[in-house]
């Protein structure tokens, strides 16, 4: 079965941004596809590494499609992501000038990068956590993680449990209330993801300040 392929002279998709919606349209195209499930495999592992289009659309679409499988496709999409992620932090452990800086200059991202790896330097694995549910570009993440050296045990854990909360929870709010939560987690994307990641960031916090 083959991909419906957007075309690409339309005219919605002329300039930069006509460019990443043509990209978005043909990761969405993936959800009517025998090969649905590898390519949110394949989109959640490039996505955290180099690739501009998150896989939450192809995930929302999937659950969609075959709401019994949600919990699969979410926990697919966390494999690929963490992995994807571990890819990330070798390009910024050990090819950042030739690899891991091109791609933070073709996000506009060089000027904060001190910024995100003192950021790591000093709060860890609770950067990561709250970048990996938020809209923060992942990729920068784990580029910039592996430069600042951080513990790649540490960086594992977090990204396990941010990208595995997120994921899960699109998945099972689809499973639960199907296209109605659907287009609502679409049209608020952001907020949602930033009002959970500072809930379950802060949760940590206390709870770390309870143990001391």
Wanted: glycine residues 10%.
């Amino acid at each position: 079965m083959t991909v419906s392929t957007p075309d690409a002279e339309a005219p919605k998709y002329q300039g930069v941004m006509g460019w990443v919606r043509w990209m978005y349209d043909w990761v969405l195209g993936w959800a009517a596809s025998p090969f649905g499930p590898l390519a949110l495999f394949v989109l959640a592992f490039v996505e955290s590494s180099f690739f501009p289009i998150p896989p939450d659309p192809l995930l929302i679409a999937l659950c969609l499609g075959l709401a019994t499988r949600s919990l699969q496709f979410a926990l697919l999409c966390t494999v690929g992501s963490v992995m994807g992620g571990l890819f990330g932090y070798w390009i910024g452990h050990s090819a950042f000038e030739l690899v891991g800086l091109p791609i933070l200059e073709f996000y506009g991202k060089v000027d904060v990068f001190e910024t995100y790896r003192d950021w790591f330097r000093e709060q860890g694995n609770l950067a990561v956590l709250l970048a990996a549910i938020t809209p923060i570009p992942y990729k920068v993440i784990t580029i910039t993680a592996g430069a600042a050296g951080m513990d790649v045990a540490a960086f594992t854990a977090a990204s396990v449990v941010g990208r595995g909360f997120r994921f899960f929870l699109i998945a099972g709010l689809i499973h639960w209330k199907g296209e109605a939560i659907a287009h609502f987690i679409e049209a608020h994307f952001d907020k949602l993801t930033i009002a959970f990641g500072v809930l379950l960031v802060g949760g940590f916090l206390v709870l770390r300040l309870l143990l001391h």
